[in-house]
């Protein structure tokens, strides 16, 4: 009967969608796991045994008040660090929308380099899936609809190269013994309250201007040129990031409040606002090895 072929013809079209959907959430679920996984092998090599604070003594003075405010006398380098975030982001400074996130994020200092995972939400109970990563100098982005289906992606073309490097070395706040210099980072004084940190890879070389408050914390970070992708195409734009509501935890002391934005004709439109819910170091490894 006529109904009963087009109830039919429904089912299988609906259970097509479902399997491919279904397939897709796999394929990019285990994207995810192996770029946590090479974040993680690449993190493999020897770390020093704990921070020289009589080293620090050699820093700029706002760079050593900073690490002497943040770490504890004893303090273990990290090798990985699992960060558990809410907030919103907007695909660009046009835009009006601002959208809600959830991210998990790993930074692991040996490697140079972070995986963030993020879910955004959108109406009608849609969602996208955001994995950018950085990994000894190699810039990922992919993004998917519904965690299951492409829409954009790209891999290690120099832009997104430096892009990359550039958000680590900011969001290294968050795990700081990757700023030290035995991480690879070298400082240059400023004045009495800021610095320029620079980190190279390969043939790779960002900086970031690093300002600190009285007490040491680091309440913001500029370049004047770091790349933003704008109607298909990169350029070179100032980028600011900011930091607030410093907390211990593991005795270590780290912003739980972060923006980061584009400045545009002599504006500063932020793009993401972010909340630390959670940070683990290094009680993540097992994590990691089995997600």
């Known amino acids: 009967m006529p109904g009963q072929a087009a109830l039919i013809t ?7 969608i479902a399997a491919v959907a279904g397939a897709g959430w796999l394929y990019e679920h285990a994207r995810g796991r192996a770029l946590q996984k090479a974040l993680l092998a690449s993190a493999a090599s020897p770390l020093p045994e704990t921070v020289d604070f009589a080293a620090l003594e050699k820093l700029p003075p706002p760079v050593a008040r900073y690490f002497s405010h ?3 006398q004893g303090q273990r380098f990290i090798r990985i660090a699992a960060i558990y975030q809410s907030g919103i982001l907007r695909t660009g400074a046009g835009s009006n929308k601002w959208f809600p996130f959830t991210a998990r994020q790993y930074i692991a200092p040996m490697a140079k380099g972070f995986v963030w995972n993020a879910r955004v939400k959108l109406p009608f109970g849609a969602h996208i899936r955001i994995l950018d990563s950085c990994i000894a100098g190699t810039g990922s982005g992919r993004i998917s609809l519904l965690s299951a289906f492409p829409i954009a992606a790209e891999t290690g073309t120099p832009e997104l190269n430096l892009g990359t490097l550039h958000r680590y070395l900011a969001e290294a706040v968050w ?14 004084a400023i004045d009495e309250q800021s610095a320029l940190a620079t980190l190279r890879i390969h043939d790779l070389s960002v900086s970031l201007e690093f300002r600190f408050n009285q007490m040491g914390e680091v309440t913001s970070i500029f370049t004047p040129g770091r790349f933003a992708r704008i109607d298909g195409k990169y350029q070179q734009l100032p ?10 935890v593991s005795g270590i002391r780290v912003p739980r409040q972060g923006e980061a934005g584009w400045h545009i004709d002599g504006a500063l439109e932020m793009v993401w606002k972010g909340e630390i819910v ?9 994590e990691v090895k089995e997600s």
Request: with cysteine; net charge negative.
């Open 175 to 188: 795990c700081p013994t990757a700023l030290l210099p035995q991480s690879g980072v070298a400082w240059a």
């Open 239 to 248: 980028w600011e990031g900011r930091f607030a509501d410093y907390q211990l």
């Open 278 to 286: 959670a940070i683990q170091y290094d009680a993540a490894i097992a």
């Open 70 to 72: 943040v770490l504890p």
């Open 10 to 16: 429904g089912v299988i079209i609906v259970a097509a």
